[in-house]
């Protein structure tokens, strides 16, 4: 019966702290760019007020997703140091109860925060910002290029779409074709097509008003032709080349967790390795993203132990700078699995395991 009241008064004081630390953070992150321009727009009318305020409450669960690790981390904090300046932690395990036993309650909020930044990733995030996009009459718009190869890595055809847009606009395509005499090993300029029509479906591709610049194989010039209609890209390829353009459209937060799996298959079938080892990294991102509610959970409470007479803004500092760091080495990491400078699996793991560390030692330092 003791350990449960000791548990319950526990849960509470965490549990008040984090839902109070996770709000600030959300209005912080919030308040200076996101509410400013929404209320910008609201003001100048290019959005009711209706739309601004939800622009608001989709916004939010982006900002959610974040805030969870550091809410909780900041809770633990704040309890396990409030209940330490009270002597609280110093009774309690005066009573003969193991510190690691009154992490039992911190450990499973971890768990509880954690299941629910996982499944604000997958569903929460893609559908908001889909509906944000649509809210804003966003347009989407990338280029997009596509290189088609033999069995043996030759170059048969590159093809290059100028822009293209959410809204199915399309701007030049460029075809450039390859000889296939395999008399060399460097594949041969054999001509290049600018159509301004292309009609895309599941079968193939059609091109219509084109213009198509044929090369000798010596590469010198040698005729112009204008054919009102050309295909390219057929059957499974123009399937492929269609969804690497849909993908290709949206940022990692738009997809759900199948989606992102989905587009890695393709990317990775089609070797298209700087591309899939940036999304890998994201795709894993939130599974340890979501771990970190557990290691900031058990690292917030460490921080937050002291002995009556220690200085206990040295834990907060600490605190202060591991979200610090956290949050600003996220683009570095991408950068690095975007390069394949390192493996997805340590850009996206090697925080989670550096917070690791860090618990281990500093549980040494106070001797726990």
């Known amino acids: 019966m003791k350990f449960k009241l000791i548990d319950k ?28 321009n929404i209320i910008k727009a609201v003001s100048v009318k290019t959005m009711t007020v209706s739309e601004g305020l939800k622009c608001v409450l989709f916004s939010m669960p982006l900002v959610l997703s974040k805030a969870l690790p550091v809410g909780i981390f900041l809770g633990c904090l704040y309890s396990f140091d409030r209940m330490s300046k009270d002597s609280e932690l110093t009774v309690i395990r005066g009573c003969g109860i193991n510190f690691w036993r009154i992490l039992v309650i911190p450990i499973l909020l971890g768990i509880v925060f954690a299941v629910l930044c996982f499944f604000v990733s997958d569903r929460m995030v893609p559908f908001a910002t889909k509906n944000l996009y649509k809210i804003r009459k966003e347009v989407q718009w990338n280029h997009f290029v596509y290189a088609l190869k033999d069995e043996n890595n030759n170059m048969l055809q590159l093809i290059l779409l100028k822009q293209y847009d959410t809204q199915d606009n399309k701007s030049d395509l460029i075809v450039l074709n390859f000889n296939r005499k395999n008399i060399s090993k460097i594949s041969i300029l054999s001509d290049i097509i600018i159509s301004k029509k292309v009609v895309m479906s599941d079968l193939k591709w059609d091109l219509y008003n084109n213009t198509q610049y044929v090369i000798k194989y010596d590469g010198v010039f040698e005729d112009v032709k204008y054919p009102e209609k050309l295909s390219i890209l057929y059957g499974k390829k123009a399937q492929i080349t269609q969804q690497l353009m849909k993908y290709n459209l949206k940022r990692d937060r738009e997809l759900t967790n199948k989606e992102l799996k989905k587009y890695l298959r393709i990317l990775k079938d089609e070797e298209i390795n700087d591309l899939y080892n940036l999304n890998l990294n994201f795709y894993l991102q939130r599974f340890f993203h979501s771990a970190m509610c557990i290691i900031f959970a058990i690292l917030g409470c460490l921080l937050g132990y002291s002995n009556p007479r220690e200085q206990r803004l040295i834990g907060f500092t600490i605190a202060i700078g591991i979200i610090f760091l956290y949050f600003m080495s996220l683009p570095f990491f991408n950068l690095m699995a975007e390069k394949q400078i390192l493996s997805p699996y340590i850009t996206a793991s090697i925080q989670p395991i550096a917070a690791g560390f860090l618990i281990y030692f500093y549980k040494k330092y106070k001797g726990l």
């Open 9 to 36: 008064y526990i849960f509470n004081q965490i549990f008040g702290a984090s839902f109070v630390c996770i709000a600030l953070f959300m209005i912080v992150w919030i308040a200076p760019e996101t509410l400013v």
